[in-house]
């Protein structure tokens, strides 16, 4: 290697070298090398009492000191003005990391290690706040996918995910609340489907009136998302919306096949009127996009499960005429159904599931052959075997529909009694639901009060008689209802 080659790798190390190595080989230049002729002169004063030292040489002494001290002085300058823009590099980029109070507080600091030092605490801190943002995100993460799986595995309907989209929404974009309002038939008002983070009841369908010029009926209009500040006019007309529709307030149009189908909404909290970013708008904007096409599909399903019901109801019925006696029997069981529903304060939502299980709770009979369904005479026990299969029949047919599938235990079960000697399965006591109780009830009443080719029917006194007699079999708390229902319409009727 040649020496000028030596000598480029020696400077090249000593600048690749650490802080703390330059540092002490400046420091044995600057200091040690004047240190040591110092002492030589000492040395020289106290042997001969003079310097014994030439000119030419004290001057050769003289100028390598001044030399090593000027080089020492060089590098470390140099050192210097690189920690200096160090400091001023790393300001800078803490501009886009730190808060501006903070930044501004380190510039005005002078020392540049203090600021070097202060802005790596800044970073630190800065760095623990994102982890724990990041381990609360991952947190937030598995909440909602459990949240998504529990929807997934008990959704009856559509409202489950829509509830879980308002949910996620709010809680990532740190809003007070936010709702799915859906157009009326005329397109004249919006009506709550779905709300998150109020106390509003959305099954009261509360509505909204949409005003040519509002900020509302302009994003409906544009359909493009919008991000509306200040209180606005129908927060004014509408009180209830109020917990709704705060200060600030992202509206995003649903929109499917370049048709709107309603609005999603989203609230800060009082007090925040930082306006929501683009960024927030595209994302919620997609969202409504995906959600209309979620409402949609639903609408499309909901109407093949209504044909699929309408159409297995036509079976139904088509069963009941078939036999003269027993026509119109569906229809009052269901009525009679539906009265005791009534009066025991049943939701909607069971007092339908008993509405729709009444009219297909003989659905079954359509796998009976027709010498056994329509005899004139009582059955043998062969034909009973064959008869008792109705309920499972009747199960097997609407199983399949997953609409209908809240109807099998009713259809399977209508002919089990409370001691266990009932059929299919046998069930006994509280094995038996309190709505498949009540259309027994109904069904035994129908059938006392209806004339059969083997016996006439009974009148209403003694049709209840025959209930009450059946204390093993049938639910009493039941049939005193039946009774007092059944009286209250004779009543009305006089």
């Known amino acids: 290697m040649?020496?000028?080659?030596?000598?480029?790798?020696?400077?090249?190390?000593?600048?690749?070298?650490?802080?703390?190595?330059?540092?002490?080989?400046?420091?044995?230049?600057?200091?040690?090398?004047?240190?040591?002729?110092?002492?030589?002169?000492?040395?020289?004063?106290?042997?001969?009492?003079?310097?014994?030292?030439?000119?030419?040489?004290?001057?050769?002494?003289?100028?390598?000191?001044?030399?090593?001290?000027?080089?020492?002085?060089?590098?470390?300058?140099?050192?210097?003005?690189?920690?200096?823009?160090?400091?001023?590099?790393?300001?800078?980029?803490?501009?886009?990391?730190?808060?501006?109070?903070?930044?501004?507080?380190?510039?005005?600091?002078?020392?540049?290690?203090?600021?070097?030092?202060?802005?790596?605490?800044?970073?630190?801190?800065?760095?623990?706040?994102?982890?724990?943002?990041?381990?609360?995100?991952?947190?937030?993460?598995?909440?909602?996918?459990?949240?998504?799986?529990?929807?997934?595995?008990?959704?009856?309907?559509?409202?489950?995910?829509?509830?879980?989209?308002?949910?996620?929404?709010?809680?990532?974009?740190?809003?007070?609340?936010?709702?799915?309002?859906?157009?009326?038939?005329?397109?004249?008002?919006?009506?709550?489907?779905?709300?998150?983070?109020?106390?509003?009841?959305?099954?009261?369908?509360?509505?909204?009136?949409?005003?040519?010029?509002?900020?509302?009926?302009?994003?409906?209009?544009?359909?493009?998302?919008?991000?509306?500040?200040?209180?606005?006019l129908q927060n004014n007309i509408n009180p209830p919306f109020n917990e709704l529709f705060g200060e600030t307030l992202l509206c995003a149009p649903l929109v499917y096949h370049d048709q709107v189908s309603g609005l999603l909404t989203l609230s800060k909290p009082e007090g925040q009127k930082e306006n929501f970013s683009q960024e927030d708008l595209d994302l919620v904007f997609n969202l409504a996009s995906q959600t209309a096409v979620a409402i949609e599909n639903s609408k499309l399903n909901r109407d093949i499960e209504k044909t699929y019901f309408e159409t297995i109801s036509a079976l139904a019925l088509a069963v009941d005429a078939k036999d003269k006696y027993s026509h119109g029997h569906l229809d009052r069981v269901a009525n009679h159904a539906l009265m005791i529903g009534k009066r025991l304060g049943l939701d909607d939502e069971d007092l339908n599931t008993l509405r729709d299980a009444a009219r297909l709770h003989d659905l079954g009979k359509i796998g009976i052959p027709d010498e056994v369904l329509k005899k004139d005479s009582g059955l043998n026990d062969e034909e009973w075997v064959i008869m008792r299969r109705h309920p499972e029949i009747g199960e097997s047919i609407i199983k399949p529909v997953r609409s209908l599938q809240h109807l099998c235990d009713l259809i399977r079960h209508h002919h089990e009694k409370l001691d266990g000697s009932g059929y299919p399965d046998g069930l006994k006591g509280e094995e038996i639901s309190p709505l498949v109780r009540i259309l027994s009830v109904a069904d035994v009443y129908d059938a006392l009060t209806t004339e059969r080719p083997y016996r006439p029917k009974k009148s209403k006194q003694e049709a209840i008689n025959i209930l009450r007699s059946m204390n093993n079999h049938l639910d009493q708390d039941i049939v005193n209802i039946l009774l007092e229902g059944l009286d209250t319409q004779e009543d009305l009727s006089n």
């Open 2 to 232: 040649k020496k000028n080659d030596k000598k480029v790798l020696f400077l090249a190390s000593f600048e690749d070298a650490s802080i703390l190595v330059i540092f002490t080989i400046l420091f044995l230049i600057t200091s040690i090398v004047p240190l040591v002729v110092l002492y030589y002169i000492f040395l020289q004063i106290t042997q001969h009492g003079h310097i014994n030292i030439s000119t030419k040489n004290f001057t050769y002494i003289m100028l390598l000191t001044g030399l090593g001290i000027f080089i020492g002085f060089i590098y470390t300058r140099s050192l210097l003005v690189k920690v200096i823009a160090i400091s001023k590099q790393n300001s800078k980029a803490l501009e886009n990391l730190l808060s501006p109070e903070t930044v501004k507080e380190l510039s005005q600091e002078e020392n540049e290690i203090v600021v070097l030092s202060r802005s790596f605490s800044a970073v630190t801190q800065r760095l623990e706040e994102n982890v724990r943002s990041l381990e609360l995100a991952k947190k937030t993460l598995h909440a909602i996918m459990s949240k998504v799986g529990h929807g997934i595995s008990n959704m009856q309907n559509i409202d489950t995910f829509l509830e879980l989209i308002l949910e996620t929404l709010t809680n990532a974009l740190n809003c007070k609340a936010s709702t799915l309002l859906l157009f009326n038939d005329k397109k004249t008002e919006l009506i709550v489907n779905t709300v998150y983070g109020t106390s509003m009841d959305p099954k009261k369908k509360p509505h909204l009136k949409l005003f040519d010029g509002s900020p509302l009926a302009k994003v409906l209009s544009e359909k493009k998302p919008m991000s509306i500040s200040g209180v606005f």
